[in-house]
Nanobody, 125 residues
Framework: QVQLVESGGGLVQAGGSLRLSCAAS????????MGWFRQAPGKEREFVAA????????YDVDSVKGRFTISRDNAKNTVYLQMNSLKPEDTAVYYC??????????????????WGQGTQVTVSS
């Protein structure tokens, strides 16, 4: 089992920045691919970014590439999402997720077995 706890959400003006953190406890953190997803009111949960065990990253190109950066610190069992140049359309609950399986699409929700409770990000215009 892996427990995930997100933090760092809040209210920010458009153009501002936030850094989300996701602390993991349980089994070996480095054995998991980690992802960030978000869900806006009335919408499906969507992929934002992911980082592989190797450190390789993938982003949802259309919405966040160039503004968001995912990173991980295996010594701290933590994955981060640095969000810059925030827009009102980034408003959502942000969830981190952990996946242990190999050979699965990293941008797909079903590839992740463990989820955090989410942290609210609100961007005002």
């Amino acid at each position: 089992q892996v427990q995930l706890v997100e933090s760092g959400g809040g209210l920010v003006q458009a153009g501002g920045s936030l850094r989300l953190s996701c602390a993991a406890s349980g089994r070996t953190f480095s054995a998991y691919a980690m992802g960030w997803f978000r869900q806006a009111p009335g919408k499906e949960r969507e992929f934002v970014a992911a980082i592989r065990r190797s450190g390789g990253t993938t982003y949802d190109v259309d919405s966040v590439k160039g503004r968001f950066t995912i990173s991980r610190d295996n010594a701290k069992n933590t994955v981060y999402l640095q969000m810059n140049s925030l827009k009102p359309e980034d408003t959502a609950v942000y969830y981190c997720a952990a996946g242990a399986r190999f050979g699965v699409p990293i941008a797909t929700r079903s590839s992740y077995e463990y989820w955090g409770q989410g942290t609210q990000v609100t961007v005002s215009s």
